[in-house]
């Protein structure tokens, strides 16, 4: 075992612990499901099945959406060009139209990207804006919208809360649409990750700083923990790998991931993405109480995981994470 | 010239729609503006009023919401007034004060309060880190300017705004003194680091695990207004044209603060007035309809760059 795996092991193993001994001391509550449902889903393209495919895909979880206001939350950087950096504007709209198709009342979608003060701009030059007035789908920008003070249910990052926007408060069915990466400083960005989103920038600042200095890991479950997504579609259609989020490569995975449980879909992406869910410190620690990481416990309604997967690249910090 | 005088009076128009708008979407007893809803946010009042001041539509008086919602340390909420300080909506708020006229009594402490507010890498410990242990994104931690929010590190937009608007209160007389020329280079010489190797700025990380970020539109033509003085260096120079190269932006923000940045830059010969009068077309045809705009600061920054009124740019720091 190298001393990279090792001390990842030991920071892993101790936070888990951590959250065990919350756990037992009723600081913490269980909120895991007894099972949780993943579909690993084919789609070798962004072209003209993808709507049928997400309807297809969401029928497999006979989700009750009946009037319920959903959330769409992409995963939106900035755009540029040749790289896949964000959530493809295509499986965001065709996930609205879907999500309308199958009974929800209204279909919003939002996000405050981290770094880039002009949310219109990036909207707008990923296309994004195009492809939702086209379906007619709102957009809200989660970094300049009402907020209301959040008092946490956990202190990973020592906060006793967190402004949050209205908007997600307010919706009934929050998913989280992220992008498969890899990213430089948290080792893989999927749908918890994803949720540093809903963060106001007006609140935190571009980028929302004060969570960093808090970890970025222990910020990923305190958000989590107050804000959980109810669904989350990844699109791993094209991936990036490397040194994501922005200057990574594509990857081409040909995969949309739906899950009932962000746990449980990021283990799976993690192990899609041929590296071990079991080595990057948050996802370990939210196994113990957010979500299911236990195989055991992940019903898969599509197809397995692959036996044998040629492990994205990383950066040579985060090799300790290779299967 | 008749092409000309038609798109001068497209801006005129679109500018009246939206302070119309803002008129509209001022919150009710008076209580300043919001980015979107009813919650008072420093930020959209701030730049409601300098648009409002421009076209005369309100006076010094005016500036009471915003004086109202001034913390005891001086500082302001970016939202609401619980949030705590936020740097940012702090020096648009005392750079508003100082531009609408207001008496200096009412943002002294503030002044004082921005000249205080220090960033993490001042600690000594803090900078070490960076400079030894943490070299994942390179910059010089010993440059310092302003956080977003009080206990982090410095970005480009806080610290402009911040240079901005202690530049123009000491151009006013209203400060003066050894710890705020200090802070002032300091600021300074940290947007000068932090510039992207080809020119312009992002939000502050030129550069991470040795690959160069790109630079952002907003926050380059922030750099931009608070380096005025130093258009001579070349990184300065080198970002005007970057930013220039823009302007067919397609969105209201940023397009606004290029024109505001670009304004200040109109004499230094370089084609700049050509680009500025087609950002402004532009812009003009971004906002047919102010209500579908829904942050009410890109209102008042587009109304703000829309005017024409000359020597009248709330954000120059020379002149």
Redesign the interface.
């Known amino acids: 075992m190298s001393r990279r795996v090792f001390e990842a092991a030991a920071v892993a193993g101790t936070g888990a612990l951590a959250v065990r001994q919350m756990l037992s001391t009723g600081y913490l509550q269980d909120r895991r499901k007894a099972n949780s449902r993943v579909a690993i889903i084919h789609q070798a393209s962004y072209g003209d099945r993808l709507d049928k495919t997400l309807v297809d895909g969401l029928r497999l979880f006979n989700l009750d959406l009946r009037g319920k206001a959903v959330l769409l939350k992409p995963n939106l950087v ?1 755009s ?1 060009p040749g790289s896949e950096v964000n959530t493809n504007p295509r499986l965001v709209g065709a996930a609205a139209t879907a999500f309308l198709t199958l009974g929800a009342k209204t279909v919003l979608v939002g996000e405050g990207p981290g ?4 949310t ?2 990036v909207l ?2 990923t296309g994004l804006e195009t492809e939702l007035r086209e379906r007619l789908i709102r957009f ?2 989660l970094n ?4 209301v ?1 959040v008092p946490l249910k956990t202190r990973f990052t020592g906060l006793e809360f967190l ?1 949050l926007p ?1 908007t997600v408060l307010a919706s009934e069915f929050v998913v989280s649409m992220p992008k498969v990466k890899t990213h ?2 948290a080792g893989v960005t999927l749908s918890m990750k994803n949720l540093f989103g809903v963060v106001p920038g ?6 929302k ?2 969570l ?2 808090r970890g970025i890991d222990r910020s990923i479950l305190d958000i989590n923990a107050a804000v959980p997504a109810h669904f989350v579609i990844a699109d791993g259609i094209i991936g990036m790998e490397g ?1 994501g989020p ?2 990574g490569s594509p990857r081409n995975l040909g995969r949309i991931v739906m899950a009932d449980d962000p746990v449980a879909a990021d283990f799976s992406c993690t192990l899609l993405m041929g590296l071990n869910p079991r080595r990057v410190n948050y996802l370990t620690q939210a196994a113990e109480f957010l979500g299911n990481g236990a195989p055991e416990r992940i019903v898969h309604l599509g197809e397995s995981l692959p036996r044998t997967v040629a492990p994205f690249a990383v ?1 040579p910090e985060f090799a300790h994470l290779r299967l | 010239m008749m092409r000309s005088f038609a798109n001068i009076e497209i801006q005129r128009l679109a500018r009246c729609r939206l302070l119309e708008e803002l008129v509209r979407r001022r919150l009710p007893s008076g209580d300043g503006w ?6 008072f ?1 420093a ?1 959209p009042t701030a730049l409601a009023l300098l648009a409002l001041h421009s076209g005369a539509i309100v006076t010094q008086e005016g500036a009471s919401p915003l004086i109202a919602r001034q913390g005891a340390d001086g500082l302001w909420s ?3 007034d ?2 705590g300080a ?1 740097i ?1 909506a702090s020096a648009l708020a005392v750079n508003t004060l100082s531009s609408l006229g207001a008496e200096r009594a009412t943002y002294a402490d503030s002044i004082e309060a921005l000249i205080r507010s220090c960033p ?1 890498e001042a600690a000594w410990l803090v900078s070490l880190k960076f400079r030894f242990l943490d070299r ?1 994104v390179r910059f010089d931690p010993t440059k310092y300017g302003w ?3 009080p ?3 410095s ?1 480009v ?2 610290t402009a705004m911040a240079l901005i608007a202690l530049e123009r209160a000491k151009k006013r007389g209203l400060v003066r003194g050894s710890e705020l020329q200090r802070r002032l280079r300091l600021g300074t010489e940290m947007l000068l680091d932090r510039a992207c190797p080809g020119g312009g700025w ?2 502050g ?1 030129a550069v ?2 040795g ?1 160069p ?2 630079p ?4 380059t033509a922030l750099a931009l207004l608070a380096l005025r003085p130093l258009y001579d260096l070349p990184i300065v120079r080198n970002s005007l044209r970057w930013l220039l190269r823009n302007v067919e ?6 397009l606004a603060w290029m024109i505001l940045a670009a304004d200040v830059y109109k004499d230094v010969g370089i084609n700049v007035s050509p680009a500025i009068n087609s950002a402004r077309d532009r812009l003009a045809s971004l906002l047919e309809d102010p209500r579908s705009i ?2 009410t ?2 209102i008042g920054l587009a109304a703000l760059a829309l005017g024409s009124e000359p020597k009248n740019n709330p954000f120059e720091v020379e002149g």
């Open positions: 900035e540029i770094h880039q003060r002009d219109m701009l707008a030059e809200v920008d300049r919208d009402e907020v003070k402004w209205r430089h400083w007006v609140a935190y600042g571009w980028p700083n004060p960093h200095w040194n922005l200057h950066l | 919001s980015h979107r809803g009813t919650q946010g930020e970016a939202v609401g619980e949030m936020n940012w993490r994942r956080p977003w929010v206990e982090t590190v970005w937009a806080p992002n939000a990380n991470v695990y690959v970020l790109r952002h539109v907003d926050t932006c397609p969105s209201a923000f940023s829904g942050d600061s890109t």
